[in-house]
């Protein structure tokens, strides 16, 4: 049984070339940021360029890698070919807005009415927006440090949302339109807002559907789950992995975070009575998780990870396994 299981690393994310997307996901604090960080380090060893999104509002890029990072894609200090952007999914809609109200006022009007009626709408438009620009910049691999589980999956729904959207405002062009025309071009605004609007939303849907596709399609996109070994991580990690699968998109790769290695002569009861907690769960995870995932170990650190040495460092434990010194 030992020999069948899957080698505990992500080398095979780094192997599978025709990867074009990779989400780490998981719950709040065990080291999503870390992760996505560190495997972004080594896909840049490995492809011709890498981006990193975080797409947390809470961004912690800029934190990790000690240099500011904003919503256009930046190099990353000491590497040639790794960038980094942090993007905020729900500014875009209200961008429109302010643009728009620069030029007569009633398309904002009409978007803002959007944005109530349907919910989601400004952060699925704000999402396509980033795609379509992310799409046109033709990196080879795009990692995603994305925010906490319940909210990783729902660029999903987007699609559909985008199509309401468009239901929406072809109802009202066709009872306000002309009015609305008559009003923005009384107030001095270039004609054809609604149009515009329209084509917009319809690009974005557009978009949205065909990065969703390539989000179902394992050999462009796959899911590494980042946990702790605890039964309320491991719990969510189950989930996650069950919703994933809903939505049929890849997962087969588990990094359980902060995992504590007391030393042998080690007499701190804290210490000892936390690693058989968690060496419980982790074998809770091997047991259901061995025969189709990745398990990655790795160890809690005395110090944090950051800045780009710290990173690089600690993304060499996702290929070479790390191995306690009780195991060697
Ligand atoms: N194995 C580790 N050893 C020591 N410190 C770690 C380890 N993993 C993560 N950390 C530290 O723990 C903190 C949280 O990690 P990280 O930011 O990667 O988690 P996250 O899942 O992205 O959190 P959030 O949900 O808040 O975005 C960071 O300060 C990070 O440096
Ligand atoms: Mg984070």
Redesign the pocket.
Known sequence: MAEETLPPTLQNVLDQKSLKWIFCG??????????SCSLAIQLASCRESVLLIST?P?H?LSD?FGQKFSKEATLVNGFPNLYAMEIDPTSSIQEMIEQSDQQGGAMGAMMQDLAFAIPGVDEAMGFAEIMKHVKSMQYSVIVF?TA?TGHTLRFLSFPSVLEKALGKISALSGRFGPMLQQMSTMMGAPAGGQEDMFAKLESMRAVITEVNTQFKDPEKTTFVC?CISEFLSLYETERLVQELTTYEIDTHNIVV??LLFPAKDSNCTHCSVRYKMQQKYLNEAHELYDDFFHIVR????T????GPEKLKQ?SKMLVEPFVPDSEK
Do not use: C, M, S
């Open positions: 998981g719950k709040g604090g065990v080291g999503k940021t870390t992760t947390d809470a912690n990790a440090d906490p980042v975070n902060q790795l160890p809690l650190l110090d944090e990870v950051r600690f």
